[in-house]
């Protein structure tokens, strides 16, 4: 198969506000395929969110205004609703970040689970009384068949006790637990493309190695295609095949990541590395980039990152910013690229390496 | 819940229960005017009452005895159901209240029903397409219920709905068809604060993370909205009910004179006006129990509809 899985092209999202349009995403292109993890990574304000739910089109109130989205040959941003709703339901899972919000706290978690088994199982149409367990109308023996197939999923994402556990309620269960079930949730489906939007960002560090793990499993066990979105460099380096450095809504680099984070060519990854704790010596104070994330509303006609950069020249403030290919897969949007190295830091003898949550005990 | 929960609760309530009936019995102790000398001159056509039958009427009525007897007195009657007699037909208080009572709760929850069934379905329309032609017709709507009097809306409704259009009776009580105008009366105005508190409440829910995983599921937009945003949006909207009971009790008042149905509101107000105080005392009593009772439901349906609360209201 020729086609990826997921092909974003040119993608552009807008809010109107008060302020303005504001250009979230912002020509965005990538693709994911079968089998394979792709990283988006950028700071908060960089677009990475609104580029998730655009995606499965869930944007609103933003607009997608021009590009494609491409799933499995179908374009989704022109497909109508019911087709969305069919793709959201079986091809393509979301888990968002934190999930102490993303279940429904008055629902019990073997319910939610199970909506989302029979929201796969059945072509019909959903119904309203069906699914709001009015006695007559209640289909009950495909609930009690989808609570069953619920169970199953919650074991296996290892939630112990599933039997009992899947009439808790959200509330009574652990930060980590709840992600797995969020995570049973998406999987209900047997999607083949999953988008995990900032999924680890609220739990701990062993819980989020835990369903970091996960991720990896799925990739190899079930080819899924997942996207995974975070500002944590270690997450990316310790989970994804390529990553995607995303800036005020424009792709500034991408490629296989140990060669966009070991070598990275575009100026703004290398100060994203800059700033990783892993990066500074012992006593050194962690540095953090100078000025702050650019004002998306009105968008850019030239390189975001110019204000920041300290290689810009006036061509980077004359228009958009063309994308070359370095080396294989290996893309950045940047005249100025490839960079000479880095300028030796008298501390610092290794080259940038990213913090790395998994192997955290090796420094 | 837990049992001492519970009972503590109940506690709570049986103290608001004894601060309704000092305050509903001593009322009679700081109202100007004489009882037995006004129902007397009443009585006597006008004339002025001889001290004697003041006093007499004093004894008879347990009116001579100091406030704290009178008191024990009544509240030892009215645990065992006996409310005393109305100084004019010296008929129970109980009694006339049965009579009148049905007639109330019919349309207490005749309006209560119609306000929900209009609030509801008004507040979501709202919430979904807010800022949409629909929001700003509800809103507006919304506006004059909340503005329009009872009895001017009574009125408006006799008159086109019963005089012009035949459609219901004028006034009196009987089958549903005497409900009908009452309960759209009093009905509407509540209709107006449900709908623009579920329009809020939703509002607020439809922005949650949860909102969004539900549509990530691919669910219809219409089991997103009634199945996981509204039983979220629920608990103010219950509680909101509950205290609008207030509003019932006291518009019935003026619908039940409107409307000339006889009821607890039209009691009361005839009582109030003949100085008939064991009337007033005991339909007052009643409206407050009614009142602490309803609130006492309503906190129970709290951990019904939202497990993280426990009973009463305190988050687990």
Known sequence: ?363 | MNGWKLARRVATMLVVLFGVSVLTYGLIFVTPGDPARTILTQQMGGQTPSQEAVEQFRVAKGLDDPFPVQYARWVENAVQGDLGQSYYSDQAVTAMIATRLPNTIALGVASMLVAVAIAVPAGIASAVEPGSQTDYAAQFGALVGVSMPNFWLGYLLIIVCSLWLDLFPVAGAGGLEYLVLPALTLGSGMAAVIARLVRTAMLDVLDDAYIRTARSKGLRERIVVYKHALRNALVPVVTIIGLQLSYVLNGAVVVEVVFQRPGLGTLLVDAIFARDYPVVQGVTLLIGVIFVVTNFAVDLTYSRLDPRIDFGGEPT
């Open chain 1, 1 to 363: 198969m020729s086609d990826p899985l997921l092909r974003v092209e040119d993608l552009q999202t807008q809010y109107h506000t008060t302020r303005g349009t504001v250009h979230a995403v912002d020509g965005a292109s990538f693709t994911v395929d079968r089998g394979e993890i792709v990283g988006i990574l950028g700071e908060s304000g960089s677009g990475k969110s609104v580029t998730a739910r655009s995606i499965c089109r869930l944007e609103d109130p933003g607009k997608i205004v021009d590009g494609a989205v491409t799933f499995d040959r179908t374009d989704l941003t022109t497909a109508d609703e019911s087709t969305l709703r069919r793709i959201r339901g079986s091809d393509i899972s979301m888990v968002f970040q934190d999930p102490t919000e993303t279940l429904n706290p008055v629902s019990s978690v073997g319910e939610q689970i199970a909506e989302a088994v029979r929201i796969h199982d059945t072509e019909e149409r959903q119904r309203l009384l069906d699914y709001l367990g009015v006695p007559l109308f209640r289909n009950r023996s495909a609930w009690s068949d989808a609570h069953e197939r619920a169970i199953e999923l919650m074991d296996q994402m290892d939630i112990p006790n599933p039997e009992s556990r899947s009439s808790a309620y959200p509330h009574e269960f652990s930060g980590g637990l709840r992600q797995r079930a969020v995570l049973a949730i998406a999987l209900a489906s047997e999607p083949s493309l999953l988008i995990a939007d900032e999924p680890t960002t609220a739990l701990d560090t062993t819980t989020q190695a835990d369903i970091l793990r996960r991720f990896r499993t799925l990739r190899d066990e079930r080819d899924l295609g997942i996207l995974l979105i975070s500002h944590d460099i270690g997450v990316i380096a310790q989970t994804c095949d390529r990553v995607v450095v995303l800036y005020g809504g424009q792709v500034m680099e991408s490629g296989p990541v140990e060669t966009v984070l070991t070598e990275p060519a575009h100026p703004y990854t290398r100060a994203l590395l800059s700033c990783s704790v892993r990066n500074s010596e012992p006593g050194e104070r962690v540095r953090s980039a100078d000025g702050s994330p650019p004002d998306p509303v009105g968008g850019h006609v030239a390189c975001p990152f110019a204000d920041r950069c300290q290689y810009a020249t006036p061509t980077c403030r004359e228009g958009r910013i063309p994308t070359t290919e370095l080396d294989d897969g290996h893309r950045v949007a940047c005249v100025e690229a490839p960079l000479d190295a880095p300028a030796e830091s008298p501390h610092r003898r290794a080259p940038p390496m990213p913090d790395g949550g998994a192997d955290r005990d090796s420094i």
